[in-house]
């Protein structure tokens, strides 16, 4: 049998959600919805139903039902339950990316060889990113794991790459500030975002954790001791 390539375009760009308006993930989706656009909708449903009970757990006709649709409506714009998921990863991955973006690109025109600088602007990006992580902590929480650790009877991994693309500014960010080759920026990227990641799934488990800019500040400092080490 022929396999078929599934599409890695997302339905909705950030611009369509409105980030150039200063929206987040989940607001842009609101609007879209509210304004009658039947697949923001069953991507804001899902999105809930997804983070609280895993991708196995979730049924396609509950999606539908809550979302005011019918199951064959679901299908017509999503094809499966899988296709449901992926554009829910994919248009959430390109918000991400988005964001990274213009929190990286002030800080690649600082003078990143000073050291003093350098390090206020590690601290500036770890402030930052963390921000952006809890402003959709679902794609932290749930998202990135079902990527990296693909349920039994659907893969995901095939997203990976599109998830370190997102990343990459932050690989860039360190591969100028400290002047390490692509291959080990990539490896501290991932060791980076791996530290704050786990700031957003502790507040995901514990809501009455506070993380602020000081447990910022200290994963910036975690992450930097072992890079200077």
């Not at 804001?44 to 539908?64: I, M, P, T």
């Not at 990863?89 to 918000?95: I, T, Y």
């Not at 500036?124 to 349920?151: C, H, K, M, N």
């Amino acid at each position: 049998m022929t396999h078929t390539p599934h599409d890695m375009t997302p339905v909705f760009s950030p611009e369509t959600l409105g980030f150039q308006e200063g929206l987040d993930f989940r607001q842009g989706l609101e609007r879209l919805s509210e304004r009658g656009e039947i697949k923001a909708k069953l991507l804001l449903v899902a999105l809930s139903h997804f983070a609280k009970r895993g991708y196995d757990g979730v049924q396609v006709r509950e999606v539908a039902e809550e979302a005011g649709v019918s199951k064959p409506t679901l299908y017509y714009h999503f094809i499966s339950k899988e296709g449901l998921f992926r554009q829910l990863c994919l248009v959430s991955m390109a918000a991400s990316a988005h964001r990274i973006q213009g929190i990286v690109k002030p800080l690649l025109e600082v003078d990143l060889k000073h050291p003093a600088l350098r390090r206020e602007a590690c601290q500036r990006l770890g402030r930052d990113y963390l921000r952006a992580l809890q402003e959709f902590p679902e794609f932290t929480g749930f998202i990135l794991r079902s990527i990296a650790v693909p349920s039994p009877d659907s893969g995901f991994r095939d997203l990976m790459p599109l998830v370190e693309k997102g990343l990459s500014p932050i690989g860039l960010f360190i591969h100028t500030a400290f002047g390490c080759d692509f291959e080990q920026a990539r490896k501290e990227m991932m060791l980076y975002t791996g530290i704050f990641n786990a700031l957003v799934e502790e507040k995901l488990r514990r809501p009455e954790y506070d993380a602020n800019d000081a447990e910022a500040d200290w994963a910036t400092a975690r992450w930097l001791r072992g890079l200077e080490a």
